[in-house]
């Protein structure tokens, strides 16, 4: 049974800092993506990363995959209020259609 | 193209009665996924439909839960009588086969 952790499950920051979210998942995988959710909403995609080596950024946000060591990871480079969200990764196989395993989420919360 | 839809947004549900919730996929999408998220966790897979065929229902629970996608319409998830644990953001999803997998914007469910 595939299972994905998510570390940590809870960060508080300041405004301007750096920090990285931790992805592990428990089994080959072939596709993993990260979504942000915002309290009471759905989900918003924000990278998928199919590959062993695969890094993508969009803003503030930067997402690696090393599918070796089965590890993602979202870095977040000068925080700001606005990114205050949850964050989930979640990790399928070609094998399972489009099926989602989702980690339990990291609720980031950016302190002015 | 529209996005995935869903509805009702929010339903309101005495403990005993039914709900039913539907999700319309995008345009094109023929695999639908129905996810469960409970209050501050992730969310969890619960069943994945093609038109007519139900392909993996191993998240869904043993008893008053069902789902169908019938040729014509929505996919449907039905939850008879309902109990508070229950209660929790229900989401759908569909995607191509193997394709990345776009969610709808859910319906919260509240038992009372």
């Known amino acids: 049974e595939l299972k994905v952790e998510q570390n940590p499950l809870f960060l508080s920051m300041q405004e301007g800092k750096n920090y990285t979210i931790y992805c592990n998942y428990s089994t080959t995988s072939d596709r993993l993506y990260w979504y942000r959710q915002d309290p009471g909403k759905s989900l918003e995609s924000l990278f998928v990363l199919l590959s062993n080596g695969a890094v993508k950024q969009e803003g503030r946000l930067m997402a690696s995959l090393d599918t070796k060591a089965r590890l993602s990871t979202l870095h977040i480079t000068a925080a700001v209020h606005d990114l205050s969200a949850t964050y989930f990764c979640a990790v399928g196989s070609e094998t399972s259609g489009s099926r989602l395993t989702f980690g339990e989420g990291t609720q980031l919360t950016v302190n002015p | 193209n529209a996005g995935v839809m869903q509805n009702p947004r929010h339903l309101v549900r005495r403990r005993g009665q039914e709900a039913r919730l539907r999700c319309s996929p995008m345009k094109g999408h023929s695999h639908v996924y129905w996810y469960r998220q409970l209050p501050e966790e992730g969310l969890k897979f619960m069943v994945y439909l093609q038109k007519e065929n139900i392909i993996d229902e191993s998240g869904m629970p043993k008893e008053r839960f069902s789902a169908e996608f019938p040729k014509e319409g929505p996919s449907i998830l039905r939850i008879q009588q309902v109990v508070r644990g229950d209660s929790a953001a229900y989401f759908c999803?569909?995607?191509?086969?193997?394709?990345?997998?776009?969610f709808g914007p859910g319906t919260r469910l509240t038992v009372t």
């Open positions: 999803a569909s995607s191509p086969y193997g394709g990345e997998p776009y």
